[in-house]
């Protein structure tokens, strides 16, 4: 019996052997411990296992009706059952045999047709970076790849099935899926989206109107709300003419009391960052700025409301990073700082940098409209976006943020929003259009309402941003037409 248990082992300590034989020919070591590799191998491996809690949104779900469309917000029912749908048709195409065609993208066919379009705001590897769950060597989430949107639309035939476009921007290409689904579940969702007031309608003349002004004709205006803004307070004049509440968002510094730092409250914060806060120094503080250590984790803060983490934990091997697990981490690590995190957030920029390397921008919404500052504000801070983050095998190597505290109040003033026609219209628009330097018309990427500050002391107000291939513009989205809560009966 012992000679049977030693022949066991010694038959597994050759097999660990051989494999670690063919590890040091083909890897670059400078440690050559027999059993480092394996045994660390099997940590690295564990240690990257995390719940997958975090989904990621879309940053616009449309729902065309074949004549007119409409943009769903976040926060609405109609969205979660949509959502739950898209669900069920990925379960079948990652169970069944499916036939995948490539296709040119065709905007227009969609904006004619039934049918629900998902836009992510960055290109995604495959369909496990929505749903964890499956399996990145599945074949067929392999044969569709990578894309940035998705678009589902009952067949027009009579055989219950459903073609799904999963489409890449950056290529042009559109990979189609036809798979046996009852549609009718989604054209019943459809229609009732259709022929419920609450939601603004966009007629698709409207788009083919517009497009004429942007570069890239495939893009579908981002309207939001248009002019009903604040629709639980919206009010009618006497001529018929839709105003709105206006409502003021206050930024504030959370550290600030009396415009001293608080430095008690500033350390309870700090303290979050590390395993144990009794380890850390800090450097004497300077220029407005403390920083923090404990010999791994170093973070810089800033009196203005500016916070920099550094992690230099070093691993021995690069582990392989998927956007999904990175994504993951990244969004745990931010669940713990969430003191001061403001709920809203939502991904803008991912980027792959190697294969264990992930950085990840984001910014916050208010009232489902995104909270922009000027780029060169946010510059002059060393970042692009509000949140910043990056993840490096296993754990969060940087962190960069924006501290601030977000207060929506009701103001004593109605005004009307500007709808995306009347921008149009308007002197601003054609100034920007009309380049007279270069003697050519302005093509637009993107335009969309937001809330915009020109620096992080400002207050943001409500605008009209429109993004060019080298600048954005803000047209404040309140026109000249202004009246006093306190004279309405």
């Not at 940053?59 to 669900?87: M, P, R």
Request: proline letters at 2%; one cysteine or more; a negative charge.
């Amino acid at each position: 019996m012992l000679n049977r248990t030693k022949t066991y082992i010694l038959f597994i300590l050759i097999i660990i052997a051989i494999c670690q034989m063919f590890e040091l020919w083909f890897d670059d070591y400078s440690n050559r411990n027999f059993f480092y590799s394996v045994i660390t191998s099997i940590f690295k491996k564990s240690s990257i296992e995390l719940e997958y809690k975090y989904k990621l949104e879309p940053n616009q779900v449309v729902i065309s009706f074949g004549k007119t469309y409409t943009v769903l917000q976040d926060s609405e029912e109609a969205k979660k059952k949509i959502d739950s749908e898209v669900k069920k048709i990925f379960n079948v195409i990652v169970s069944k045999d499916i036939y995948v065609t490539e296709e040119n993208v065709n905007m227009k066919e969609f904006l004619e047709n039934m049918a629900v379009l998902y836009e992510y705001p960055v290109r995604l590897e495959n369909i496990v970076s929505i749903n964890p769950d499956y399996d990145e060597s599945n074949k067929n989430v392999r044969e569709i790849g990578e894309f940035n949107k998705i678009i589902l639309q009952p067949s027009n035939s009579s055989d219950d099935s459903t073609n799904c476009y999963f489409i890449d921007d950056q290529t042009g290409i559109a990979k189609k899926v036809k798979i046996a689904y009852n549609s009718k579940v989604i054209s019943d969702e459809v229609n009732f989206i259709q022929y419920k007031t609450a939601f603004k309608k966009y007629s698709t003349t409207e788009y083919g109107s517009i497009k004429k002004y942007f570069f890239n004709i495939n893009f579908l205006p981002d309207l939001g709300q248009s002019n009903i803004i604040f629709k639980n307070e919206t009010i009618e004049n006497s001529n018929s003419e839709q105003f709105d509440a206006y409502k003021n968002v206050i930024l504030k510094n959370p550290f600030l009391v009396n415009n001293v730092v608080d430095e008690n409250k500033m350390e309870e914060y700090v303290n979050c960052f590390f395993e144990n806060p009794f380890s850390r120094w800090n450097f004497k503080k300077q220029n407005g700025v403390t920083v923090y250590s404990d010999g791994e984790k170093l973070i810089k803060f800033m009196d203005s409301g500016f916070i920099e983490y550094t992690n230099s934990k070093k691993n021995e091997r690069d582990t392989y990073l998927s956007f999904a697990t990175a994504y993951q981490i990244a969004r745990t690590f931010m669940e713990k700082d969430n003191k001061y995190m403001y709920s809203n957030l939502y991904l803008m920029s991912a980027n792959k940098n190697g294969n264990s390397e992930w950085s990840f921008g984001f910014e916050f919404k208010l009232d489902d409209y995104r909270y922009i500052i000027q780029n060169g504000e946010l510059n002059n801070m060393g970042i692009k976006y509000p949140v910043e983050i990056i993840v490096k095998n296993d754990h969060v190597y940087s962190y960069k943020r924006l501290i601030k505290e977000f207060e929506v109040v009701s103001n004593d003033e109605i005004k009307k929003i500007k709808t995306y026609n009347e921008v149009f219209d308007s002197k601003e628009f054609g100034i920007i259009i009309n380049n007279k330097q270069q003697n050519r018309k302005t093509l637009i990427k993107n335009m969309f309402l937001a809330y915009y500050s020109e620096n992080i002391r400002q207050n943001p107000k409500l605008m009209w941003i429109i993004e060019t291939a080298d600048k954005v513009y803000a047209i404040d989205a309140a026109d000249d037409k202004v009246q006093s809560t306190e004279n309405k009966e």
